[in-house]
C-alpha cells in the first residue's frame, strides 16, 4: 500500500528497533524480493537484521480493512453484504489495536472515528468491484511456503484464495492504495507471479486467474499466467536468490539511492544519507 509521508534528504521519518518475536529461517518472499530489487540493503535491514518500524496510518488502515474482509468471508455467502462488513469494522480495528501496540499511537479515542470512516470508504469501494456473496473461498489470510528445487525456500500471505464451480484456482489480494501507473504495475505483477509460482510448486497446477483489488480508487489489476511464464520467472527468482545467498556470506548489501528513499524508514542507518548500518549479523 502507498505511503503518502514526506520525507526530507538525511532524516529519519521513524525509529527502527529489531523485533522482539523469534527469528524465523531466511527465506523469499514477494514482499522481500521487491525490497532487494529497489535497494539490497533495504533487503538487510528488513530480512537480516529484522528491523521494524512504527506502523503509518495507511499500513493500519489496510492492516484493518483486511481483517474486516476476513471475517466478512467467515460469513455464509448470503450474510456478505456492506451492513455486514461495516458492523465487523470496529471489532476488527479492536483485535488490530490489541495485537499491535504501534498501532495505539495512531488511533485513540479522539481519532478513531475518522480512522473507521475512512476504513468503511475502503470497504464500500470493495463492494464495487466485487460481489462477495458469489465468491466461494477456500481460505483467506493463507500462509503460503514451499520450497523450490535447489532448496529455494518461498514464503508468501495469500489474502484470499477461490475455487471456481470448474475447481479452478484463482488468488485475490486486496490493496487498500490507489493503483499504480501502468509504467509503475511491474511490482504489482511482480508479487502476483511470485503467489503463483508458489502455488505452482505446491500445487502443480497454475492459477487461472490472479487479480489486484484496489480499495483507494475502485481499480482491479488482473493478470493470468501460464507454466511456461511461471518456470520462466522461476528463473528469476533462482538467480535473485543466488545473488542474496553471495551477499549474506560477507554482508555486503549495499544501498540503491532512488525516489523510494523519501519513503525509507531506515535513512538514519544508510550510508547514502551519512548514516552508519548496524554490525552485520553473522550467525
Request: net charge positive; glycine share 6%.
Amino acid at each position: 500500500m502507498s505511503d503518502p509521508r514526506p520525507s526530507l534528504p538525511g532524516v529519519t521519518t521513524a525509529a527502527t528497533t529489531p523485533p522482539t518475536d523469534g527469528v524465523r529461517p531466511l527465506a523469499l518472499s514477494p514482499s522481500r524480493a521487491a525490497d532487494f530489487t529497489r535497494c539490497p540493503l533495504l533487503y538487510r535491514f528488513r530480512a537480516v537484521d529484522r528491523l521494524t518500524a512504527p506502523p503509518t496510518r495507511a499500513q493500519a488502515r489496510g492492516t484493518v480493512v483486511h481483517a474486516t474482509l476476513e471475517a466478512l468471508f467467515a460469513l455464509d455467502a448470503p450474510d456478505r453484504t456492506r451492513t455486514a462488513a461495516e458492523a465487523l469494522l470496529p471489532a476488527a480495528l479492536t483485535r488490530a489495536l490489541d495485537a499491535d501496540p504501534g498501532l495505539r499511537r495512531l488511533v485513540d479515542t479522539t481519532t478513531r472515528p475518522a480512522f473507521l470512516a475512512e476504513a468503511a470508504a475502503a470497504l464500500g469501494t470493495y463492494f464495487t468491484v466485487e460481489d462477495p456473496t458469489a465468491v466461494t473461498a477456500e481460505g483467506c489470510e493463507l500462509r503460503v511456503e514451499t520450497v523450490l528445487d535447489g532448496d529455494i525456500p518461498l514464503r508468501g500471505i495469500i489474502d484470499r484464495l477461490d475455487i471456481d464451480a470448474t475447481g479452478a484456482v484463482h488468488v485475490v489480494d486486496y490493496k487498500t492504495g490507489r493503483a499504480p501507473a501502468p509504467h509503475l504495475e511491474r511490482t504489482a505483477l511482480f508479487q502476483l507471479k511470485f503467489y503463483a509460482l508458489m502455488l505452482l510448486q505446491q500445487r502443480g497446477i497454475a492459477p487461472a486467474s490472479l487479480r489486484l483489488l484496489y480499495l483507494g480508487d475502485g481499480q482491479v489489476l488482473h493478470y493470468r499466467a501460464d507454466p511456461d511464464q511461471l518456470r520462466r520467472f522461476e528463473r528469476v527468482v533462482r538467480a535473485l536468490w543466488t545473488t542474496i545467498r553471495h551477499l549474506r556470506a560477507d554482508g555486503d548489501f549495499r544501498p540503491n539511492p532512488g525516489p523510494g528513499c523519501r519513503w525509507c524508514d531506515h535513512q538514519g542507518l544508510c550510508p547514502a544519507f551519512g548514516g552508519t548500518p548496524p554490525p552485520y549479523p553473522r550467525r
